[in-house]
């Protein structure tokens, strides 16, 4: 919806008191820069495959111990607390402490794979980059320069 002054009102289509102009959002994307399909994603994290299935397995142990840490506060309270048995209760506090502890790794081993995936991709794609650069025709240096033409490109991978 359009306001009087022929801005467009951005999420307040009924009010005219929040106008935004589309051209802003436009210039803010930059259309020379291909847009990537689900299938040449996919294809640029084939590499990766081995990695992202150990963060998938690592995230459904995060999900068991998540799951089975209520469980275990339940006997707590009900086998330990409510019947004063206080060996149960120390045995079940160390059992949380131990899988807070094992959710902690787990969690860590998960964001190194994340951040193995995401360093090597970005160098691939700067390295592509760049040997692209290198075959680009000389002229088009010459318009925009060196510096402004790979920082372009790399500052969009």
Same mark, same amino acid.
């Given at each position: 919806?359009?306001?009087?002054?022929?801005?467009?009102?951005?999420?307040? #289509?009924?009010?005219?008191?929040?106008?935004?102009?589309?051209?802003?959002?436009?210039?803010?994307?930059?259309? #020379?820069?291909?847009?990537?399909?689900?299938?040449?994603?996919?294809?640029?994290?084939?590499?990766?495959?081995?990695?992202?299935?150990?963060?998938?397995?690592?995230?459904?142990? $995060?999900?068991?111990?998540?799951?089975?840490?209520?469980?275990?506060? #339940?006997?707590?309270?009900?086998?330990?607390?409510?019947?004063?048995?206080?060996?149960?209760?120390?045995?079940?506090?160390?059992?949380? $402490?131990?899988?807070?502890?094992?959710?902690?790794?787990?969690?860590?081993?998960?964001?190194?794979?994340?951040?193995? $995936?995401?360093?090597?991709?970005?160098?691939?794609?700067?390295?592509?980059?760049?040997?692209?650069?290198?075959?680009?025709?000389?002229? $088009?240096?010459?318009?925009?320069?060196?510096?402004?033409?790979?920082?372009?490109?790399?500052?969009?991978?």
């Amino acid at each position: 919806a359009h306001c009087r002054s022929g801005y467009r009102c951005f999420l307040y #289509s009924h009010s005219p008191h929040k106008p935004e102009k589309t051209a802003l959002f436009d210039e803010l994307i930059d259309r #020379s820069v291909p847009s990537m399909t689900i299938r040449q994603a996919i294809h640029l994290l084939k590499p990766y495959r081995k990695r992202l299935i150990v963060i998938a397995i690592y995230a459904i142990i $995060i999900s068991i111990i998540s799951a089975v840490s209520p469980f275990i506060n #339940s006997m707590m309270i009900d086998n330990g607390l409510l019947q004063g048995n206080i060996p149960v209760v120390i045995q079940l506090v160390i059992a949380l $402490i131990l899988l807070l502890l094992l959710d902690r790794i787990v969690q860590y081993l998960q964001r190194v794979q994340e951040i193995e $995936i995401t360093n090597s991709l970005g160098k691939k794609l700067k390295v592509e980059a760049f040997r692209h650069g290198l075959r680009l025709k000389p002229l $088009i240096f010459k318009e925009k320069g060196f510096y402004k033409t790979m920082s372009r490109r790399f500052n969009s991978t």
